[in-house]
């Protein structure tokens, strides 16, 4: 299975979009001391946010399945670079789960552990060089 985006530079000398094939776009932009100019988020955020849409995705797929009512779901996601180091690639990263909704505590660590340990290929690629940790609170 092939997968393929494209990109274009927007304006200005780092702001750049990307299409998928069905036409979705999302724009990046460099950060302001190299002269980026805000317009979209930096290559290293679009990596976690990639990270945290694939778990959502799983988890939100494994709690309809154990037939928990998940009324919302939301994740930070923070990641630790390696200081004065080129590349500067993430050594660490967590992820935090807010679940709202009635859902049973275990069904939810299951569901979150289930995407983290098997389903999420985001994670499986990232954790080759960074270590994974994550936790989750449950609110009515």
Not at 37 to 61: F, H, N, W
Not at 76 to 96: C, K, M, Q, W, Y
Not at 116 to 137: D, G, L, P, R
Request: proline share 3%; charged share 25%; glycine share 6%.
């Amino acid at each position: 299975m092939t997968t393929q985006v494209h990109l274009c530079r927007v304006d200005g000398d780092y702001h750049i979009q990307a299409a998928n094939e069905d036409g979705n776009i999302v724009e990046t932009d460099a950060s302001a001391d190299i002269g980026g100019t805000g317009k979209g988020m930096r290559p290293m955020q679009m990596l976690l946010s990639a990270l945290g849409a694939c778990t959502a995705i799983d988890v939100i797929l494994v709690l309809k399945k154990k037939r928990q009512n998940l009324r919302d779901i939301r994740i930070r996601v923070a990641g630790e670079r390696e200081d004065n180091a080129t590349p500067a690639i993430f050594h660490s990263i967590h992820l935090h789960f807010d679940l709202y909704g009635e859902l049973d505590p275990d069904k939810a660590e299951y569901a979150i552990r289930l995407s983290q340990e098997k389903y999420c290929s985001v994670t499986h690629m990232i954790n080759k060089v960074a270590n994974i940790t994550w936790s989750f609170e449950v609110h009515p």
